[in-house]
């Protein structure tokens, strides 16, 4: 059975920085993408990041870009966000999802992720 359990979230200032961590069990991700995703009260899941295991590569929702950074570790078989000078904007369930497949392209639709994790709130006051 295979299973992602965020962890790290959490009630933060503006301006602030927070860790999110996921880890993975049941399979390896190591040939595909583990990402995050994000749904703030009354809005829609959206994209934030996502990491390749081979080769490394990374994408970024443009409202996160410079700000956050993802990052996984393929022997641990997890994916950790790293949350800098958070706005009040970021305020939302986030969530860790992994999918089997390398993605080069589609990374942004959650449809093409296999697993999930249950979500860690993260808040940011202003």
């Known amino acids: 059975q295979v299973q992602l359990v965020e962890s790290g979230g959490g009630l933060v200032q503006a301006g602030d920085s927070l860790r999110l961590s996921c880890a993975a069990s049941?399979?390896?991700?190591?040939?595909?993408?583990m990402g995050w995703f994000r749904q703030a009260p009354g809005k829609a899941r959206e994209f934030v990041a996502a990491?390749?295991?081979?080769?490394?590569?990374?994408d970024y929702a443009d409202s996160v870009k410079g700000r956050f950074t993802i990052s996984r570790d393929n022997i641990k078989n997890t994916v950790s966000l790293e949350m800098n000078i958070l706005k009040p904007e970021d305020t939302a369930v986030y969530y860790c999802?992994?999918?089997?497949?390398?993605?080069?392209?589609?990374?942004?639709?959650?449809?093409?992720?296999?697993?999930w994790g249950q979500g860690t709130q993260v808040t940011v006051s202003s």
């Open positions: 999802a992994a999918a089997r497949n390398y993605l080069p392209y589609g990374y942004d639709d959650g449809s093409r992720y296999d697993y």
């Open positions: 990491i390749r295991g081979i080769g490394g590569r990374t």
């Open positions: 049941g399979r390896t991700f190591a040939t595909g993408v």
